[in-house]
């Protein structure tokens, strides 16, 4: 089924599906951004179509007479609430909780649009100090202001107590006025609800009581969860330069700020055919904005443009919301009206096409002829004539035979009195996809007993495993008491081992190697290849005890009916000969003997590459704030994990005298800093010695001015830093940092910048951490894209054109203690990006720990602790955390390496596939070659997209042997046999 909505001027555009007859309803989409919440899908849609040509019907948001407005007053909890409705919505207010609206529900679904989970008000009372989660969780709406370049938010207005007058109280019109003052301002906000129809106005308007001018900006800010739940499919849409632009919901915390080239933004959830449009005027929008929650909801915002209020001046923001029923999504704007296609194949190769039109203004006739396509192919035209109402939504369809499928509709829209539009917009399937469903690669566990008496249970887990404390491992299987390990040369492998006393506690327990021998030719794996480490816990708020820190070389204490953990890592040399090594690992405690572990390790012929195939920058946040921290500190440590630092910082400190253009044309002195000896050495050891494919010499320029002197300088300084990078030979692999996640209503300064960077040296490498956009093609050469935010399509389009593009900073769901972050190297390898930034390996969870040993928090931003564990509580977290020695690994590091070895081991896949096709090849060389070209999409097989992926580190494990495996038989057809 196909649904179109049309916007015709330049305000909002919103899909209505019809239901239960072939009418849709519309009504006017102009609204608020909102955020969203998940919820189960309905067990049906609401449109079926069944004649060829229906004839357009038009429903208005007006409604009879009958559909009064009321006010009403009660209770939640302990607090006071208003509630005005009328027979459509229903809007809830909270004035002793910051004025927050709580509710606009659709009547006619019982949906809440905003999310405002009030339930954990319950123990609280007015006066009270309400904890910010609590807040947080009530998202609905609330005031945020920018006074003196200051947000309010979190913080002053959010518990504040509002009085509360009704300004209009008749059956045609209800109004309410919100007021609360707090510093130098005075917040009244007044909404407005009037008989039939869903609009709720609000104007929100701020007084300066200082004694001075104040700058402001006002924002525009809900939290939404449209058709009562957030959805992955649900889909956030707002008018850009390129038509509409289209973002679907990920819970992924990434904030996004846009441009907007009308005053509107729509939120629609295709599941429940709900869509909630906010709407302004555009000449007193700065920008919009929405931000993604990581569980149930989303923001929608409007941010005013910034006024110089003067002392006892106001500045005003209107805004207004709107919900209309039995619309899935907006596809397109045209003029002021918005539209979408909806298309549903029937039986008997019968297509129906339904196209809606929600008018935001005007009134009249719209003529619409367009054309089906499939991809390139054209299929079918059509006409349809739709008559468009005021604030109203129409819409009309049609059935045809047609013996292909469609996916897009191009179409041209004619309206009296107004210029032609012509509008291309994808088909919209009512049905959305399914999660992808994910099958185990491998019935594979490689959790196993190894030994288990009456004293001890002792039993093995992979990397990527997890050990709990207080678990208790059942295992039906027979102890086996060996363990097997296949690597290549200059590769890391690692086990865990759980020792769980039954008796007593057991003290000082140490893992003893031998070396290994090779059991044809009698080549040894030295013991010294083996190390140990203690596995010590760090504590979740939700999960408990969790093993994360690895203390190298400390003997474990194990105590009774609790899983002490040691953790195993093998580095096979990387001129170590192939073969089956064997030989045995001992544990060992004062006076308690552990019977000898058997080990078995199979060497392959081939080897992991020294240098990385894909890039990486893990950001050491201490080197921003405290003074004399060296980046090159943990060069050595990040090598070890195939890891590479994000920048350096402060390296250019040598000041060369040059001359500088003023803003009067005249030359006069100035200096620009170049490096030195001692820089120069820090990039040959970045470089070289530990084998970093690129560093960031620089980043962010925060500051712009629009004068010639500014210009000139940044030019200048630019100039200078570039050509002693370009004279010292490593240029090419240097690349700049920009911005760190540019506001859209930033760009045009930020292209003025590059503008600069490029006639300084136009081989300056450009990168800036943002979504892939239009509005800055030609001017970033590396795009770090942030997690989820990724189009694949896109990405390779702009990496066809030399572009680099990075994944950016995986979610603490993949990333945090008890995660699977060997996946982010997956992930990279699925999307074939060129690279990796993660900020940070020692970032706190909060600025209130101290240490992330006391941390409760994910630590997705901590992949190494301080050796120290004790912390000065007078000094900031930044200053004792320049003190400490971040040396501590943890089981994530170790399984980022693996992941990353992994993605070493499919680009080896592909160097050999390769090298096999230039080969003269007999039959069965080409079926080979197949098989392991179906191999370099294995990961498909547990990485769905990102948010379908494995929890089942065996996958992983599986998909490198067999790649393992591929590469030795690929190998060997090309190069005969092994020497």
């Keep these: 089924m196909l649904t179109l909505f049309i916007s015709i001027d330049s305000m909002a555009s919103v899909l209505l599906p019809a239901s239960g007859s072939v009418a849709r309803r519309t009504r006017m989409a102009e609204d608020r951004p909102q955020m969203i919440n998940r919820q189960q899908r309905p067990e049906g849609r609401g449109l079926h179509l069944v004649s060829s040509l229906v004839p357009v019907v038009i429903l208005a948001t007006t409604l009879p007479a009958a559909a009064q407005c009321v006010l009403s007053r009660g209770r939640v909890g302990h607090f006071d609430a208003v509630t005005i409705e009328n027979r459509l919505v229903r809007i809830k207010v909270l004035p002793q909780v910051g004025g927050r609206i709580v ?23 007015p006066g009270d100090e309400i904890p910010r989660g609590v807040l947080y969780e009530i998202a609905g709406y609330e005031d945020i ?33 919100l007021a609360a003052a707090k510093g130098k301002v005075r917040i009244e906000r007044t909404h407005a609800l009037r008989r039939g129809t869903t609009t709720l106005t609000t104007v929100l308007k701020v007084t300066n009581t200082s004694d001075e001018s104040i700058e402001m900006m006002l924002r525009h800010k809900c939290g939404a969860r449209v058709g009562g739940a957030a959805r992955r499919n649900d889909t956030i849409v707002y008018p850009s330069r390129q038509g509409v632009t289209r973002r679907k919901f990920f819970p992924d915390n990434i904030w996004t700020d846009f441009l907007l080239a009308d005053g509107w933004i729509a939120a629609s959830d295709p599941v429940k055919r709900e869509t909630l449009v906010l709407t302004s005027r555009l000449d007193g929008l700065s920008n919009g904005g929405m931000w993604f929650d990581r569980k149930h909801f989303y923001n929608l915002e409007f941010f005013a443009k910034k006024h110089r209020v003067p002392a006892g001046g106001s500045a005003t923001l209107t805004t207004q919301w709107h919900v209309i029923p039995d619309m899935p999504t907006v596809s397109f704007a045209a003029g002021r009206h918005l539209g979408c296609f909806e298309g549903e194949a029937g039986q008997d190769r019968k297509f129906t096409l339904t196209t809606t039109l929600l008018a935001l203004g005007g009134h009249g006739p719209v003529r619409i002829d367009g054309l089906l396509y499939n991809g390139p192919n054209r299929i079918d035209g059509f006409s349809q004539t739709i008559e468009t109402a005021p604030f109203a939504a129409a819409s009309t369809s049609l059935t045809k035979p047609l013996y292909s499928p469609v996916n897009e509709v191009r179409a041209r829209l004619t309206m009296q009195g107004a210029p032609e539009i012509d509008v291309v917009a994808p088909l919209v399937d009512p049905r959305p996809p399914a999660p992808v469903v994910l099958e185990p690669l491998t019935n594979e566990r490689f959790r196993y007993t190894l030994q288990a008496d009456d004293d001890c249970h002792l039993w093995i887990e992979s990397t990527a495993g997890h050990i709990l404390p207080e678990e208790t491992f059942e295992d039906a299987r027979p102890p086996r008491n060996e363990i097997g390990i296949t690597l290549l040369p200059n590769e890391f492998e690692c086990f865990q081992l759980a020792i769980r ?12 190697f031998e070396d290994l021998v090779e059991i044809e030719s009698g080549a040894t794996l030295p013991a010294a290849s083996f190390g140990f480490y203690r596995g010590e816990t760090v504590t979740l708020e939700k999960e408990g005890p969790r093993y994360d820190p690895l203390v190298a070389g400390v003997a474990v204490d194990a105590r009774k009916g609790r899983n002490a953990m040691l953790f195993v890592e093998l580095h096979c040399d990387a001129m170590q000969l192939p073969g089956v090594y064997e030989g045995h690992l001992r544990l060992r405690a004062p006076g308690r003997e552990f019977q000898p572990i058997r080990l078995r390790v199979t060497v392959r012929p081939f080897q992991m590459p020294h240098t990385r195939s894909i890039d990486t920058a893990f950001w050491v946040w201490k080197t921003w704030n405290v003074k004399g921290a060296n980046t090159t500190e943990t060069w050595p440590q990040l090598a070890r994990y195939r890891l590479s630092p994000g920048w350096l910082r402060g390296r250019f400190q040598t000041a060369k005298p040059i001359e500088m253009i003023g803003d009067d044309g005249k030359a006069r002195p100035g200096t620009v800093e170049v490096g030195n000896a001692e820089t120069k050495d820090w990039f040959v050891q970045a470089l070289h010695e530990n084998r970093i494919n690129r560093l960031s010499p620089g980043w962010n320029i925060w500051g712009y001015a629009d004068t010639r002197q500014w210009k000139h300088a940044l030019s200048r300084r630019t100039r200078a830093k570039a050509g002693w990078l370009d004279q010292i030979g490593v ?38 951490t943002v979504a892939i956009n239009p509005d800055l093609y030609g001017y970033i050469d590396m795009w ?14 702009r990496q066809a054109l030399g572009e680099k593009v990075w994944l950016y900073n995986a979610a603490p769901d993949l990333t945090g203690v008890g995660r699977l972050p060997r996946l982010i190297g997956w992930f990279c390898w699925r999307y074939r990006v060129d690279g990796y930034l993660h900020f940070a390996i020692d970032y706190p969870d909060s600025p209130t720990v101290h240490n992330p040993w006391q941390s409760t928090g994910s630590h997705w931003t901590i992949f190494f602790y301080p050796t120290e564990k004790t912390y000065d509580e007078k000094l900031p977290v930044w200053e004792n955390a320049g003190k400490w020695k971040w040396t501590v690994p943890s089981i994530r590091l170790m399984q980022i390496r693996d992941g990353f070895e992994d993605y070493e081991y ?74």
């Design 501 to 512: 006393p039954k008796r007593g506690d057991i003290d000082r327990i140490e893992a003893v």
């Design 145 to 177: 202001i920018t006074a003196d370049g200051r947000w309010n938010w979190p913080g002053d207005f959010m518990q504040v107590p509002y009085a509360l007058d009704v300004v209009t109280e008749t059956p045609d019109e209800v109004t309410i006025r």
């Design 103 to 125: 509710e606009y529900a659709l009547k006619s679904s019982g949906h809440n649009q905003l999310c405002a989970e009030i339930d954990g008000l319950a123990p609280f009372r």
């Design 906 to 979: 499919m680009n080896l896949l592909r160097k050999w596939i390769a090298l096999a096709k230039r080969h003269n090849r007999s039959e069965q060389d080409v079926a080979l070659i197949d098989k392991a070209e179906a191999l370099l999409g294995i990961e498909r097989a547990f990485v769905g997209d990102f948010i379908s992926y494995t929890d089942r580190p065996e996958d992983m494990m599986a998909a490198r042997r067999m790649v393992g495996d591929m590469i030795e038989k690929i190998r060997r057809s090309v190069t005969g046999e092994e020497y």
């Design 784 to 797: 770090h894209v942030p997690w989820g935010a990724l189009d694949p399509e896109t990405a390779q389009a």
């Design 731 to 768: 240029l090419d692999r240097c690349y700049y940092q920009i911005v760190d996640e540019p506001l859209a209503s930033r760009f045009g300064q930020l292209r003025q910048v590059i503008r600069l960077y490029r006639q300084a040296n136009p081989d300056y490498t450009i990168m800036c």
